[in-house]
T-cell receptor
Framework: DGGITQSPKYLFRKEGQNVTLSCEQN?????MYWYRQDPGQGLRLIYY???????QKGDIAEGYSVSREKKESFPLTVTSAQKNPTAFYLC??????????????FGDGTRLSIL | SQELEQSPQSLIVQEGKNLTINCTSS?????LYWYKQKYGEGLIFLMM?????EEKSHEKITAKLDEKKQQSSLHITASQPSHAGIYLC????????????FGKGTKLSVIP
């Protein structure tokens, strides 16, 4: 079955540590996204990528980094510069044809906590 | 920047009752999406609306788009416990934009 796989489901970060969240899709989608969800705040866009080897900052990119070396993969690194990383992180993908709007499809999320 | 306001923030209904959730945009709507989320899980796509006056249905859930009011409504008929969860609306940040802006969600509880 096609879909988006996020791993791990739960992740713990120590002070000063960088951690990487994995996101893999087999939907053959061009566009991929990372969102952060905090209680009562809805989803906020961190980074997005329209095509391999290209990505753009979203609304809250500070303290995060991404790469898009393969179409299927869009890992997110939460760096030590992100002072409040505790949140639920969601990865999504879409076909990428903005001419005819297409929905974003989401993974099951990764919950990141501080140790 | 665009903002999406959802109302109500939370809703508790008796099983079998009908309910409506609203999503109002501060700017022109370019594609409006409805998603459902269960706690601690990802978002499940329900429906997309593009044109003013458009109405779509899936099982007992109907969504409508009022372009003039910059508003969409989600109506559930004869609610069931399986309808419980958080409903979120999302819309493109502008014409031709990949980015989606989301509302803060409406938490729905259905009492058997």
């Amino acid at each position: 079955d096609g879909g988006i796989t996020q791993s791990p489901k739960y992740l713990f970060r120590k002070e000063g540590q960088n951690v990487t969240l994995s996101c893999e899709q087999n939907l053959n989608h061009d566009a991929m996204y990372w969102y952060r969800q905090d209680p009562g705040q809805g989803l906020r866009l961190i980074y997005y990528s329209q095509i391999v080897n290209d990505f753009q900052k979203g609304d809250i990119a500070e303290g995060y980094s991404v790469s898009r070396e393969k179409k299927e993969s869009f890992p997110l690194t939460v760096t030590s510069a992100q002072k409040n990383p505790t949140a639920f992180y969601l990865c999504a993908s879409s076909i990428g044809l903005v001419k005819n709007y297409q929905p974003q499809h989401f993974g099951d999320g990764t919950r990141l906590s501080i140790l | 920047s665009q903002e999406l306001e959802q109302s109500p923030q939370s809703l508790i209904v008796q099983e079998g009752k009908n309910l409506t959730i609203n999503c109002t945009s501060s700017k022109t709507l370019y594609g409006l999406y409805w998603y459902k989320q269960k706690y601690g899980e990802g978002l499940i796509f329900l429906m997309m609306l593009q044109k003013g006056g458009e109405e779509k249905s899936h099982e007992k859930i109907t969504a409508k788009l009022d372009e003039k009011k910059q508003q969409s409504s989600l109506h559930i008929t004869a609610s069931q416990p399986s309808h419980a969860g958080i409903y979120l609306c999302g819309a493109h940040s502008g014409a031709g934009s990949y980015q989606l802006t989301f509302g803060k969600g409406t938490k729905l509880s259905v009492i058997p």
